[in-house]
């Protein structure tokens, strides 16, 4: 019944050692600021043009808009929501339903930067995030009856959103969307499944993607 959402591939990671001393990177990196140790192409465009694949790095604000709409949906306040972030660096979390993300940016690149360095995020005790220690396909498989699907703006187009989702209460639907900015998902992604799905005629921000499957899934099941 509820609707598994993975983030995947999401811009988020520490400044990488090989781009530490580049001096636009130097001049805003503190270690005591947690803040600072994540990596943003806002501040370090001029530096990450040397790494691998540096169009999907370096995004946490994808991540946060996603994670604002995906937590604050009425999906997530009833209880049948589950949201999953994967990393450009294959780290895997799982965010409490029940976690408060800070609406101010640079608070939610401290809690990301504190995350990566210790692993996982509790208050008290409450487990608010915490890795999921597998890969993705361990993640598929840790669901019963998993309906997986892709979504991208390469996929086959569905004509009406009922074709996304059937209403069935034994069914777990998994649905990644990119947590990127540029490019495609990788090939290890694309491997996971062939249920590929595009949602508009157009290439859509991560967020209304996110946004607009969270309603679909709300339609079919009457929760407003
Ligand atoms: C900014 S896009 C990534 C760039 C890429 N050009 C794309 O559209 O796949 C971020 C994510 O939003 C989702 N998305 C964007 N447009 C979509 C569409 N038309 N149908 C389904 N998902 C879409 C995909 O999951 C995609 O990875």
């Given at each position: 019944?509820?609707?598994?959402?993975?983030?995947?591939?999401?811009?988020?990671?520490?400044?990488?050692?090989?781009?530490?001393?580049?001096?636009?990177?130097?001049?805003?990196?503190?270690?005591?600021?947690?803040?600072?140790?994540?990596?943003?192409?806002?501040?370090?465009?001029?530096?990450?043009?040397?790494?691998?694949?540096?169009?999907?790095?370096?995004?946490?604000?994808?991540?946060?808009?996603?994670?604002?709409?995906?937590?604050?949906?009425?999906?997530?306040?009833?209880?049948?929501?589950?949201?999953?972030?994967?990393?450009?660096?294959?780290?895997?979390?799982?965010?409490?339903?029940?976690?408060?993300?800070?609406?101010?940016?640079?608070?939610?690149?401290?809690?990301?930067?504190?995350?990566?360095?210790?692993?996982?995020?509790?208050?008290?005790?409450?487990?608010?995030?915490?890795?999921?220690?597998?890969?993705?396909?361990?993640?598929?498989?840790?669901f019963?009856d998993p309906?997986?699907?892709?979504?991208?703006?390469?996929?086959?187009?569905?004509?009406?959103?009922?074709?996304?989702?059937?209403?069935?209460?034994?069914k777990n639907?998994?649905?990644?969307?990119?947590?990127?900015?540029?490019?495609?998902?990788?090939?290890?992604?694309?491997?996971?499944?062939?249920?590929?799905?595009?949602?508009?005629?157009?290439?859509?921000?991560?967020?209304?993607?996110?946004?607009?499957?969270?309603?679909?899934?709300?339609?079919?099941?009457?929760?407003?």
């Amino acid at each position: 019944m509820p609707l598994i959402i993975v983030f995947t591939e999401c811009g988020l990671e520490l400044i990488p050692k090989q781009i530490r001393s580049h001096p636009a990177v130097k001049k805003n990196l503190s270690p005591r600021i947690y803040a600072s140790q994540l990596l943003d192409n806002t501040l370090h465009f001029s530096a990450m043009k040397d790494l691998k694949n540096f169009q999907k790095r370096g995004r946490p604000d994808i991540t946060h808009i996603c994670l604002l709409n995906a937590l604050g949906s009425s999906l997530n306040k009833s209880g049948n929501l589950i949201v999953f972030v994967h990393t450009f660096n294959n780290k895997i979390f799982r965010f409490n339903p029940e976690i408060r993300i800070t609406r101010n940016y640079n608070r939610f690149k401290g809690l990301i930067a504190k995350l990566l360095i210790d692993g996982r995020i509790e208050i008290e005790s409450l487990k608010l995030i915490t890795p999921f220690e597998g890969n993705l396909q361990n993640l598929i498989d840790n669901f019963k009856d998993p309906e997986v699907c892709i979504l991208s703006s390469k996929g086959k187009r569905i004509k009406d959103y009922e074709e996304l989702f059937i209403k069935d209460i034994n069914k777990n639907y998994i649905a990644f969307i990119g947590g990127f900015q540029k490019s495609g998902f990788s090939k290890y992604i694309k491997n996971l499944s062939d249920n590929l799905i595009s949602i508009s005629e157009y290439s859509l921000d991560a967020w209304v993607a996110t946004n607009r499957i969270i309603t679909y899934y709300e339609l079919i099941y009457g929760i407003l």
